[in-house]
């Protein structure tokens, strides 16, 4: 009789413990599963996000990144279209999209509030951006002017606080890429929302021709692109670099995902305290069920030791025990995983917004084979070393005190 | 003057005390015996006279505190634990008087689990598990359970499991204790005769003197002083 098969005989003696036993890893297990997925899910999401917001990667000047800029596109790119032609050319490159980011004020006449304007191309940009630019009323159609004015599309927060509506007539007043004061009136085309309160309370979007004129230059600040197929970004990003002027560097994504990254910080360490503790629950419920047991043949290990077995291959006996428990336990808990993962899709329920966001988003758990593979694991080695401490005592116990054990 | 290694098992001076409190209770006192190779001796006495407890130290599964004690020449009361058990491993076999087998094995691998400890092959291992339990007539019952067989059955798995690796040293514990008279000298039979095939050293504990009568020898012990 192989080792496995001697264990398995001895998970099915008492069959309600080795249950309740399998069980209690199964549920570890899913919780493992179901909250590791629903972190990777907000990862994702916020990933996803981020991305959309500022393109896989950003191309501009050296100094767009490292210092403040005193007037707008002070280290603007020049001539960019030969950039965009050049990075379109590029099948791995889904889009370029120039931006021009400028400052200022937005009156309504009676009051006036700063706001954070980009010049883009705003179809595009509405196309790549998805959930996170979308109009309050429905779609963005947006043409560049409106009854003859330059059109613009101002966050849901904004239009509030200046009473504006689609159609309202509002001007821009900032500085020129010189240093001087100008102004521009535009319609409001659309009221948008990013998801993102702060940002809704200033944001102002323009056509990138209108922008140029209204700071009266021809640069832009920068280049957003973004890749068909994200996973090459670093070697995307490494081709740039080396093919560009050195005046030019890129940042990607996750460089300047702040939010993310703090996110991430804060949910890692929530679900890995979580983590830790379901952990802890396993293991102490697995070695209490486990000392039962061993209590219980404490006298067939005496039998085992007089007959010659060492304490060691009596713990690896066990260890058996818990590492078969410990693969009925996963496969179970994996099937409960998968079975909440496919479910929540067709529930359509809701998170809350996370802070600073005014948008709630699904609650849908990851299921990568990469998470299950590690958790599954993790729960496998952590009933095998529920076992070898629930055994390991009694495996060295004297062989009397063991066969007179009652 | 005979060496101690011309015998399965010399004894000299051995002393063995339980401290319960501040009250030392002598189990053996100053025992002093030899044992010829393929002897089969009983020793006899009441309950609580420390039979099974010299047994036990003479199947290296207890300990003493003074005296020596040579198990086929080896000075055995040095070794620690590991290698006791590894001379269990190869040189002793038990019988015990509730039997102790595994429930979760069927005889033939409940008698086999000796062989396998030693790392022989599967096909040493069926041929020698199968021979012996030719050799106790339990041969058909190879795929049983513990829990379908009689007393005397179980009794003979527990033989047939002692002695499949050959060992130098059984000892057998109270081993008719549990037994009808007729299974009982049925049983004593069988471990004589296999002993005496295998030639192998029987130490048998027992307060029954019927059973002691089929003995070669018989050492009388009375509160934990040899006869």
Not at chain 1, 300 to 311: D, M, N, Q, V, Y
Not at chain 2, 67 to 73: P, S, T
């Amino acid at each position: 009789m192989s080792a496995l098969a001697l264990a398995a005989r001895n998970v099915l003696r008492n069959r309600r413990r080795s249950i309740t036993t399998i069980l209690v890893a199964a549920i570890g297990c899913a919780a493992l599963l179901i909250s590791g997925g629903f972190a990777l899910y907000t990862y994702e999401m916020l990933a996803d996000n981020a991305a959309r917001e500022s393109g896989h990667i950003t191309v501009a000047d050296k100094r767009f990144f490292e210092d403040e800029e005193e007037t707008p596109a002070q280290f603007g790119i020049d001539y960019p279209e030969n950039w965009i032609a050049a990075l379109e050319h590029d099948d791995r490159i889904k889009y370029v999209l120039p931006r021009l980011s400028f400052s200022g004020l937005i009156s309504n006449g009676d009051k006036s509030l700063i706001f954070s304007g980009l010049g883009a191309d705003i179809n595009a940009e509405a196309n790549v951006r998805g959930d996170f630019l979308k109009g309050v009323n429905g779609n963005i159609n947006f043409d560049k002017t409106r009854d003859g004015a330059p059109a613009i599309l101002i966050g849901k927060e904004l239009a509030r606080r200046l009473k504006a509506d689609v159609g309202s007539r509002l001007t821009l007043m900032t500085k020129t890429a010189s240093g001087s004061m100008n102004a521009m009136d535009a319609l409001v085309s659309s009221i948008v929302t990013t998801g993102w309160h702060e940002a809704d309370k200033r944001l102002v979007l323009l056509d990138i021709g209108q922008a140029q004129r209204l700071m009266m230059t021809g640069r832009i600040s920068s280049l957003s692109v973004y890749l068909s197929d994200a996973g090459n970004v670093q070697g995307i990003r490494e081709e740039l670099l080396s093919s560009g002027s050195g005046r030019l560097a890129s940042r990607l994504w996750s460089e300047q995902a702040f939010y993310y990254e703090s996110v991430k910080a804060i949910y890692d360490r929530i679900f890995g305290l979580l983590g830790f503790i379901i952990a802890l629950l396993v293991l102490f419920s697995v070695s209490n069920t486990l000392a039962t047991s061993v209590a219980e043949r404490t006298r067939e290990i005496g039998t085992f030791r007089a007959l010659g077995s060492h304490p060691h291959e009596i713990v690896a006996q066990f260890v058996h025990e818990g590492m078969l428990i410990g693969i009925a336990g996963v496969l179970t808990g994996n099937l409960i995983g998968l079975a909440v993962a496919s479910s929540l899709p067709y529930l359509g329920w809701e998170m809350p917004p996370p802070p600073g966001r005014s948008a709630g988003y699904p609650l849908l758990v990851s299921a990568p084979v990469s998470l299950y593979g590690a958790i599954d694991l993790l729960i496998v080695i952590l009933c095998c070393v529920a076992a070898w401490f629930s055994s390991r005592k009694a495996a060295r116990m004297p062989v009397m005190e063991a066969l007179r054990h009652v | 003057m005979s060496r101690a290694v011309d015998y399965a098992v010399h004894v000299e001076g051995m002393s063995k005390y339980y401290f319960l409190g501040e009250n030392n209770i002598c189990a053996i006192s100053q025992a002093t015996f030899r044992i010829a190779r393929g002897s089969f001796v009983a020793f006899c006495g009441p309950s609580g006279s420390g039979k099974s407890t010299l047994l036990n130290v003479c199947g290296l599964i207890d300990t003493f505190d003074e005296g020596k004690y040579y198990l086929n020449g080896l000075d055995v009361g040095s070794l620690n634990e590991t290698e006791c058990t590894g001379i269990r491993r190869k040189e002793v076999g038990f019988i015990f008087q509730a039997y102790n087998l595994i429930p979760v094995m069927n005889v033939f691998d409940n008698v086999s689990y000796p062989l396998r400890l030693l790392g022989k092959s599967k096909s040493q291992v069926r041929t020698e598990t199968l021979d012996i339990l030719e050799r106790v007539g339990l041969s058909e019952f190879a795929a049983r359970s513990p829990e379908q067989l009689s007393g005397g059955q179980r009794q003979r798995v527990a033989i047939a499991r002692a002695l499949v690796k050959r060992p130098s040293l059984v000892i057998a514990d109270e081993p008719t204790a549990n037994l009808d008279t007729k299974t009982a000298g049925m049983i004593v039979d069988l471990m004589k005769d296999l002993g005496h095939q295998f030639q192998a050293t029987f130490l048998i504990a027992t307060h029954d003197e019927r059973m002691a009568q089929h003995c070669d020898r018989i050492i009388g012990i009375t509160d934990g002083v040899l006869a």
